[in-house]
């Protein structure tokens, strides 16, 4: 079946603009999980969704990073004022409950440049 | 905090050699250990975990045993072959005490040889 999928797969952007990322999980899914892989690193973690609700956010960096997902499926990462700081590999991951969130499958990421 | 420390690559190894990838981490509950790996292209993929102490995960060739005396959690594989080549991350989840998060290493870069 089809695993998660990250659109779009790359974007570059100027230093202060607004940018989204979105991530489809797989079908079924209800915990899903937006992750920041900068240049030579491990992915960090940003925040988790269970369902709607976003159970831990704990990961943001500020307050200009932001998450949705407002029907328990699609999500959206919105990144506000950007700054070249933020260049990097966005990445999305969905279980299929929370019971099982250790199990996690990751999407191909979104490369985020700001110029 | 937790933390995961595993040893910089890359690793360049000829097809059929012995692979070990180190890994230890720092946890204050009892975590669940994982080795995940990133083809060229692809995305993040599980390779193998282990929810206890002594477990050993296994997969594709590939084990690690979850040794909490040492803290760590070391990959190995007998022979490696040229589809092995990829970034490999060791990581850890405690729900008990890191909510939902999972920590990764920096990730290794390992080289095949033909």
């Known amino acids: 079946g089809a695993g998660v999928s990250q659109t779009p797969s790359n974007k570059v952007t100027e230093k202060g603009k607004y940018v989204e990322l979105r991530c489809d999980p797989i079908s079924g899914h209800t915990a899903l999980y937006w992750y920041r892989q900068s240049l030579g690193q491990g992915p960090e973690f940003l925040i988790y969704f269970q369902g709607t609700g976003a159970a831990d956010d704990s990961g943001l960096p500020n307050d200009r990073f932001f998450a949705v997902r407002p029907e328990g499926s699609v999500s959206t990462l919105k990144i506000q004022r950007t700054e070249r700081g933020d260049s990097a590999v966005y990445l999305c991951?969905?279980?299929?409950?929370?019971?099982?969130?250790?199990?996690?499958?990751f999407g191909p990421g979104t490369r985020l440049l700001v110029l | 905090g937790d933390s995961v420390t595993q040893m910089e690559g890359p690793v360049t190894l000829s097809e059929e050699a012995f692979l070990t990838i180190n890994c230890t981490y720092t946890?204050?509950?009892?975590?669940?250990l994982f080795w995940y790996v990133q083809y060229p292209g692809e995305g993040l993929q599980l390779l193998l975990k282990a929810t206890k102490a002594d477990d050993k995960g296994s997969n594709k060739g590939f084990e690690a045993t979850y040794r909490k005396e040492t803290t760590s959690f070391h990959l190995e594989k007998g022979s490696v072959q040229v589809s092995d080549s990829a970034v490999y991350f060791c990581a850890l989840s405690d729900p008990y005490t890191g909510g939902f998060k999972t920590i990764f290493g920096a990730g290794t870069r390992l080289f095949v040889k033909a």
């Open positions: 946890a204050t509950g009892y975590p669940s």
């Open positions: 991951a969905s279980s299929l409950t929370e019971t099982s969130r250790e199990t996690q499958y």
